[in-house]
């Protein structure tokens, strides 16, 4: 069975930082592209961060250069780490595992990071 656990989100204030984990269990976690989402208040769920299996990043215009997307493939743990937070980055983060074989994709629970202003 496939799990993913998303960790180490918060209240922080603006201009602050936070690092997320998330971590994959019952699936060759090195063979995955991993994702970040999120979901604000009233707002569809959008991509933020991608890491391919081969360590290929790519990021939403909103948070690049802000944020920094990582893995950890001997722990199965992605992570984003997240700089200069703004009170918009305020939403529920959820991290997602993606294959070409696999048709929806591994969502974990979500983290709630909110940013005070």
């Known amino acids: 069975q496939v799990q993913l656990v998303e960790s180490g989100g918060g209240l922080v204030q603006a201009g602050g930082s936070l690092r997320l984990s998330c971590q994959a269990s019952?699936?060759?976690?090195?063979?995955?592209?991993m994702q970040w989402y999120r979901q604000g208040p009233g707002s569809q769920r959008a991509l933020v961060a991608t890491m391919t299996s081969g360590g290929a990043t790519d990021y939403a215009d909103s948070v690049r250069g802000r944020f920094d997307i990582s893995r950890d493939n001997a722990k199965n743990t992605v992570y984003l780490q997240m700089n200069a937070l703004a009170p918009e980055d305020t939403a529920v983060y959820y991290c997602?595992?993606?294959?070409?074989?696999?048709?929806?994709?591994?969502w974990g629970q979500g983290t709630q990071v909110t940013v005070s202003s």
């Open positions: 997602k595992a993606d294959a070409p074989w696999v048709t929806t994709g591994y």
């Open positions: 019952g699936l060759a976690f090195s063979l995955y592209h």
